[in-house]
């Protein structure tokens, strides 16, 4: 079974300052990676996602993701917050072999300090 | 032009009552599921449907029953209304079609709020 943890469920950060956002993983197969975001009120939106190219992921936004399959991860970062960034982020896997299933995490909510 | 819609966006009822919403993506997708997030913003599957066919079915109470009329709709029909059903109801749709991985987008959502 595959499974997704993010730690923290609340992240507040300056404007301007670094973003990270942690995601680990766990699962019997090759995963596929995903960041959505939730802004209030809304659906999710996709940020970015790992299916087994680039290690390094680049999102939407100024996001980014690195995939590190020794440390079971996938964080979320960004170099410089925007007030923009506000919202609620969610952190998935899916196993591509079977029936597509998106697992989530927790979700994060990220808090930008002016 | 919205991708995914959902109505109604806000659903208020009483426990027992029977009620749907309704899901349209207008991308040409093949697949299209429902979610759940719950009042922590947990979000979990419930089902999905590939060309009218029910392909995920998970832990989900027999009152809930997902219908299929063409592939561009998917509705959520749930009789007997409980406290716990309570939540945010999310409609996505993707062009995966088997094995194959690809972008689910999500409707807004529909907050059910059970009384």
């Known amino acids: 079974a595959q499974s997704v943890t993010q730690l923290g469920s609340h992240v507040s950060v300056s404007e301007g300052a670094l973003v990270l956002l942690r995601c680990n993983y766990s699962?019997?197969?090759?995963?596929?990676l995903f960041w959505y975001v939730q802004y209030p009120n809304q659906g999710l939106q996709l940020l970015l996602k790992?299916?087994?190219?680039?290690?390094l992921v680049k999102g939407i936004n100024g996001f980014e993701a690195e995939f590190k399959k020794s440390e079971t991860s996938f964080h979320l970062t960004k170099p410089s917050a925007h007030m923009s960034d506000a919202a609620e982020y969610f952190c998935?896997?899916?196993?591509?072999?079977?029936?597509?299933?998106?697992?989530f995490g927790q979700g994060t909510r990220l808090t930008i300090n002016p | 032009d919205t991708a995914v819609s959902q109505t109604p966006k806000y659903l208020v009822t009483q426990m027992g009552n029977d009620k749907s919403i309704k899901c349209e993506q207008n991308?040409?997708?093949?697949?299209m599921y429902w979610y759940k997030q719950d009042s922590k913003k947990f979000l979990k599957i419930m089902f999905s449907?590939?060309?009218?066919?029910?392909?995920i079915n998970e832990t989900v109470p027999n009152r809930f029953s997902p219908k299929s009329p063409d592939k561009a709709h998917l509705n959520l029909h749930i009789n007997s209304l409980e406290l716990g059903d309570s939540a945010v109801y999310f409609c996505?749709?993707?062009?995966?079609?088997?094995?194959?991985?690809?972008?689910?987008?999500f409707g807004p959502g529909t907050r059910l709020t059970v009384l």
């Open positions: 996505a749709s993707s062009g995966a079609s088997g094995g194959a991985v690809d972008t689910q987008y």
């Open positions: 699962s019997s197969v090759p995963p596929y």
């Open positions: 790992y299916t087994s190219a680039a290690t």
């Open positions: 998935a896997v899916s196993d591509a072999r079977g029936a597509q299933k998106l697992v």
């Open positions: 991308l040409g997708h093949d697949t």
């Open positions: 449907y590939n060309n009218k066919e029910l392909i």
